[in-house]
């Protein structure tokens, strides 16, 4: 979208009104459906992750092939249907319906691998006490901690901008400086690309 955006804005690209605004929509769909599908497998992988520690004995009975493969259909297919809608009904509903799923999703997030963090603490302590160590916990916590920020970190370094966007459209549009913050909406789409290379 954005080197046909380039190209247009340049006059590299001569193109109909009603076809670069289907294209838009194309490429906007697109945009959306991915940005869903996207925030939704990093909760399925939450949740994923979260059945792997606290029913381990059970995951392969809980997670089956079958399962995940139907748990990606149904993503890919909620997205594309939800970004159709979303787009066919363009105004500031979609907008607003959007943050609430991404907040929605971040707190699923932080309350599941922090769940698992204290977990983790509370497995390192036993072990500790049992074996007389009271160097381990710091360790383990330590790192475990390091871990999460890091996970969290670069989660909300990706996708925050684009959704602090989408915020600003809603609260403040005509406001100069966020309208200084809407220029760089094509460097925020490609923070959250980047988000699915540098995921840890």
């Known amino acids: ?105 971040i707190t699923l997030i932080m309350g599941l691998y922090i769940h698992m963090f204290s977990l983790a603490h509370q497995h390192a302590r036993r072990i500790s006490s049992l074996q007389r160590k009271q160097s381990a916990p710091h360790f383990t916590s330590m790192r475990g901690a390091i871990t999460l920020t890091i996970l969290l970190g670069v989660f909300f370094i990706c996708w925050g901008p684009f959704f602090l966007h989408l915020i600003l459209i809603l609260t403040c549009p005509e406001k100069p400086a966020c309208n200084w913050y809407f220029r760089y909406f094509n460097l925020y789409l490609i923070l959250l690309i980047c988000n699915s290379v540098v995921d840890p």
Request: proline share 1%; with cysteine; hydrophobic share 60%.
């Open 1 to 105: 979208e954005t080197l046909f955006m380039l190209l247009l804005e340049h006059e590299m690209m001569v193109v109909q009104p009603t076809t670069v605004m289907h294209l838009d929509n194309a490429m906007d769909m697109l945009i959306c459906s991915s940005l869903m599908s996207s925030l939704s497998f990093l909760g399925v992988i939450a949740i994923d992750r979260y059945i792997t520690i606290f029913y381990a004995l059970r995951y392969h009975s809980i997670m089956t092939i079958q399962r995940a493969v139907t748990i990606i259909v149904v993503v890919w297919v909620v997205s594309s249907i939800s970004s159709t809608i979303f787009i066919a009904y363009d105004g500031k509903a979609v907008i607003l319906c959007l943050v609430i799923f991404f907040l929605s999703m």
